[in-house]
């Protein structure tokens, strides 16, 4: 199996699928004032780019990153059920962070959901570890944030100098 990442520059038909997937199932789980997604037209600025994953030619996953001057926020991470278990969430987070490192930025965060137990699996294997809430989420009222779990994760430069 190959996974394929790559990048949306428009709100496709398959990443309309993938978003509308991701908000049906947190809206089972949070009300929304604890839900915190891009809205398609803000995945598609200037300082967000998003990717689809796809396997065999069929999209099964997204995500995206926004870049900051000071930090990079996984954004709108998603995978497809069916498809969870085969790598796809790792290839995706490779790219962000990638993506993250090429923008000449060395903290990446994210914020999910206290129920998104497998999201919670993914990222502590990646190397995340748990963080108070950072950017606009640390001005947040505490009701709109409660279901909230904060990640980042430093990442060490592919160009720096070894010793």
Not at 20 to 28: F, G, H, R, S, V
Not at 101 to 118: S, V
């Amino acid at each position: 199996m190959e996974i394929f990442i790559e990048r949306a520059t428009t709100p496709s038909d398959d990443v309309r699928s993938l978003i509308a997937e991701l908000e049906d199932n947190l809206a089972a789980e949070y009300p929304p004032e604890q839900r915190h997604g891009l809205a398609i037209d803000a995945i598609f600025q200037p300082h967000v780019q998003f990717f689809i994953a796809r396997v065999d030619g069929a999209a099964v996953g997204c995500a995206g990153v926004a870049l900051f001057a000071d930090l990079a926020e996984v954004k709108r991470m998603y995978v497809r059920p069916a498809a969870r278990g085969r790598g796809i969430a790792d290839a995706l987070l490779a790219r962000i962070e990638t993506v993250t490192r090429d923008a000449g930025l060395a903290r990446l965060c994210l914020e999910t959901g206290d129920r998104q137990i497998a999201a919670l699996r993914v990222y502590g294997r990646a190397g995340f570890s748990r963080c108070g809430p950072f950017g606009a989420y640390a001005a947040m009222p505490p009701a709109t944030i409660v279901t909230s779990v904060f990640f980042e994760k430093y990442l060490v430069s592919d160009t720096s100098p070894r010793g």
